[in-house]
């Protein structure tokens, strides 16, 4: 999630400003970093915290602002010339905001086996397994600690983040999302200074990163995340087609060769 928002921010800072260099999008992206700090760690079979309170594995909603994620795509179509085709590059990309929360009313105080027969029929999922941890996240100068919880089993929903401050729904939405930047790698974005020097000053190096997966790889120690080195190059060393008129699926206010556009989904 903090790479998809860092990705949002370079796609809202080329929107605003289409001709900068990378110490003009580095100042940019910096109080609008999304910072996670995991701990606690607790994990196994949902048996072993039948009993414990719900209200100790989650934090309970009580009013304080939540951070906000919208989620989405972003888009940039071209015309290939030489192929007589059109070309569409999509990307996933998220934006944050600090927002008041709910007050929730309903008593937490109860045993998890106790929650846990609703969350199985809402999301038509068998949960079996847990990963509960302590959280602060960061974002534009303020802070929020408190605990979280992802579920796993079979169903409709096979892995559910439960974490009533950074958005649920935008947590779960990523789990099976790849947060590869293609827009910015293989459309002519990339070709922008500012857009390929910031990739390759994020580069992953590592054996273990492998490329040619359209993946980010991510440190899970330090909760960085980079696209692989092999990849970054290979992708700004190809040629880019002409663009030849303007976009055919991008909303009209936007011209092929601006900045893609986020669109949210719920």
């Known amino acids: ?70 989620v989405g795509t972003y888009n940039f179509t071209e015309d290939v010339e030489e192929k007589r085709e059109v070309r569409q590059t999509s990307e996933t990309g998220a934006k944050a905001s600090w927002s008041a929360g709910q007050n929730v009313a309903q008593d937490w105080n109860v045993p998890f086996e106790q929650m846990l027969p609703g969350t199985n029929a809402q999301n038509r999922t068998r949960y079996e397994r847990y990963a509960s941890y302590r959280v602060t996240v960061s974002f534009q100068g303020r802070a929020r600690s408190y605990n979280a919880m992802f579920l796993f089993g079979s169903g409709d929903v096979p892995v559910l983040a439960l974490d009533n401050v950074t958005n649920n729904s ?16 293989e459309s002519p974005l990339g070709r922008k200074a500012a857009v390929a020097d910031w990739l390759r000053s994020h580069q992953v190096r ?29 992708a700004l060393d190809k040629p880019i087609s002409r663009v030849l008129r303007p976009s055919r699926t991008l909303s009209a206010n936007v011209r092929a060769g601006d900045s893609a556009r986020l669109l949210p989904v719920t």
């Open 1 to 70: 999630m903090a790479y998809a928002a860092k990705l949002g921010t370079v796609h809202e800072v080329l929107f605003a400003k289409s001709k900068t260099n990378l110490t003009e999008l580095e100042s940019q992206l910096a109080p609008r970093e999304l910072k996670f700090e995991l701990s606690n760690f607790s994990s196994g079979p949902l048996t072993a915290i039948y009993k414990r309170n719900f209200a100790e594995l989650v934090t309970k909603p009580a009013g304080e602002d939540v951070l906000d994620v919208a």
């Open 170 to 185: 935008a947590l779960t939405g990523l789990v099976d999302k790849s947060v590869y930047p293609a827009v910015l790698l």
């Open 206 to 234: 590592d054996p273990a990163c492998r490329s040619g997966q359209r993946e980010v790889c991510c440190d899970p120690s330090s909760l960085t995340c980079g696209v692989a080195a092999t990849d970054i190059s290979t």
